[in-house]
Each structure stands twice: as structure tokens, then as C-alpha cells.
């Protein structure tokens, strides 16, 4: 793709998801789709009950063209959407339920892991029927001249934890206003820049999804960045985790997500150790889990807290594009 196709497809997603995003801003209250901030988290965050949730449709709204277009032409980026919108599907259902009774429930979590879980694995068997493999053996990274390679059933377990692992890591992620919004531009330009460098990519269009969710990430900040007008949800969230662990295991880099990724990692990191040692020791070792209320807590502005993350969500996409290439 030229750097003018690729400047298009991301205007286009801007332009797509600032429409949506007005349009929900007036849409979302009228059906009393309001968040309630949840009993456990830092008081600041109290003020945030009332805003509008749900705002991730805003994004998937770009998504929508190629979901229409890749029809009988791209099987690979049919699959890839319709990940993304069966993973929106079950966060909608989820953000619907929990906005009800003014209490900030919806879905039990072992129900959102086997929901997503069913859903990666529909994904995989699909997709395994049309990516590239050689004798039974599906790419999971490679990095110059080192290919790593495996056998059908380890990718398709690995793939299933690679998928529900990241849409719940985004989920986890999705704390602060503009966290996860802005921390996943990175991950998803360096999956998009590895993607089109595979020659067997050549002829295939989905990589256009990952710069229309770029487009449509950015203009969403534009409702969602400190103080937020409007929350992305599980909606969001989960579309967008769907759509980066999709996008790297399309791509045959799906260990690649443990790097590219980190920010998300470190967040879901933070939430098993912190809930295993005081599980062990009746005492934290956080002041609050995920890792970003930690540092609220510590006296570092919400807003401070988010540049700071999207920072290191570049440095660890810069690394791990530099390693692959």
C-alpha cells in the first residue's frame, strides 16, 4: 500500500467514528446507557457515573465497509470482522446489563471467558482453512531468518488463549479516560506494518482494518480523552482485543502480541499476581489492581497516568516491529 492509500483508510475511520461518536452522544442517554463507576474504585472516579457508555459502536461503525466488501473476496478479513463484532456483540451485552439497576454488573466474568473463548475458536477453525500453512503447520512468529511453527492443535489452543487472553487484557486496560483507546494505536499500526511486509499478503485487503480502527481509535479520543464525554465500554474494548490478536495471528506473529502488546500484559499481570498474593498473604502488593489505579493512587493525575502508558505502548510496538523486521 502507498502512504497515500494508508492516510486515506485512516482519514476514512476518523471520519466514520467522529460522525458515530456525535450521533451516540445524543443516541446513548435518551436509552439510559450510562455508566456507573464501579464500588471498589478509587473515589475520583465516582464522578464519572452518568457518563455515556456503549461509545465503542462508534468505532466498529468504520468497520462496517470492509465487513461488506471482504464478502465472498477476502475470507481472511471476513473472518477478522466478524471476530471483532461477535467479541462487540457479547461486550454490548454486557455493558446493556450492567447499566441496568444502577449497579456497574453485567456478565459474570467466567461467562465473558467462555463466550469469547467459543468465539476464538470458531475464529481459528475458520481461519485455519484459508492462511497459509505448510504440511499442517501454522506460523505463530518469525523474525528474519528464525520461523517458528506449530502443529495444528498447539496453534489452535495457543490462539484461543492469545484472543480471549488480549480482549480481556484490553477490557482490564479500559480504566482511565483514554487509556485503551490511545495505548492500542500503537500495537495495531506495528501489526498492520509487519502484516503487509508478508508477500503472501500481497493480494489479500484486511490489513485496511487495522488503519480504519486506527482512524476511528484516534477520533474516538476525541470523546473519550480526559475528561471523558463518552466511555468505549466493553463494546469497545473487547472488539478491539479481538481485532489485535485477530490482526497478529492473520499476520503469523502470534507470540509477537506478548511484546507489542506489553502495556496490555503488564495490566493483566498486574491483576493475577495482585489477587494471588493476597490470596497467599491476606495483603496487597499494589495499591489497587489494574497496575494504572496503582499509580493513580499514588498521586499521579489520571491524565499523567495515560501518556504515560500510550508511551509505552509505543516502545514496546517499536521494539517488537524492529525485532520482526
Not at 184 to 200: C, D, G, Q, R
Amino acid at each position: 500500500m502507498s502512504w497515500t492509500s494508508i492516510l486515506l483508510a485512516v482519514l476514512f475511520g476518523f471520519a466514520i467514528t467522529l460522525a458515530a461518536g456525535a450521533l451516540l452522544l445524543r443516541l446513548l442517554p435518551r436509552f439510559q446507557l450510562r455508566q456507573t463507576a464501579y464500588e471498589d474504585a478509587p473515589q475520583t472516579h465516582q464522578s464519572k457515573t452518568g457518563t455515556p457508555t456503549m461509545g465503542g459502536l462508534a468505532i466498529l461503525a468504520a468497520l462496517i465497509p470492509p465487513l461488506v466488501l471482504f464478502y465472498a473476496s477476502d475470507r481472511l478479513g471476513e473472518a477478522l470482522v466478524l471476530l471483532v463484532f461477535a467479541c462487540a456483540a457479547i461486550g454490548s451485552v454486557d455493558d446493556f446489563l450492567g447499566t441496568r439497576g444502577g449497579r456497574a454488573r453485567g456478565l459474570r466474568a467466567r461467562t465473558k471467558y467462555l463466550a469469547t473463548a467459543l468465539v476464538a475458536v470458531v475464529f481459528l477453525r475458520f481461519v485455519a482453512t484459508a492462511l497459509p500453512h505448510s504440511a499442517g503447520f501454522f506460523p505463530i512468529f518469525s523474525a528474519g531468518t528464525l520461523t517458528i511453527d506449530a502443529p495444528f492443535w498447539l496453534w489452535l489452543t495457543l490462539g484461543t488463549i492469545a484472543i480471549t487472553g488480549t480482549v480481556h487484557a484490553v477490557n482490564l486496560t479500559d480504566g482511565l479516560d483514554g487509556l485503551a483507546a490511545g495505548t492500542i494505536i500503537a500495537p495495531l499500526a506495528a501489526t498492520f506494518a509487519i502484516a503487509v511486509s508478508y508477500h503472501e499478503f500481497a493480494r489479500t485487503s484486511w490489513p485496511v482494518v487495522l488503519l480504519l480502527a486506527i482512524g476511528g481509535c484516534l477520533a474516538f479520543l476525541v470523546y473519550n480523552y480526559h475528561p471523558a464525554k463518552m466511555f468505549m465500554g466493553d463494546t469497545g474494548s473487547l472488539a478491539l482485543g479481538a481485532l489485535l490478536s485477530g490482526a497478529a495471528i492473520l499476520s503469523g506473529e502470534m507470540l509477537l502480541l506478548i511484546l507489542i502488546g506489553g502495556v496490555f500484559v503488564a495490566e493483566a499481570l498486574s491483576v493475577i499476581v495482585q489477587v494471588a498474593y493476597f490470596k497467599l498473604t491476606r495483603r496487597r502488593i499494589l495499591r489497587m489492581s489494574p497496575l494504572h489505579h496503582h499509580f493513580e493512587l499514588g498521586g499521579m493525575k489520571e491524565p499523567a497516568v495515560t501518556l504515560r502508558f500510550w508511551t509505552a505502548s509505543i516502545l514496546c510496538s517499536v521494539v517488537g516491529w524492529a525485532v520482526v523486521r
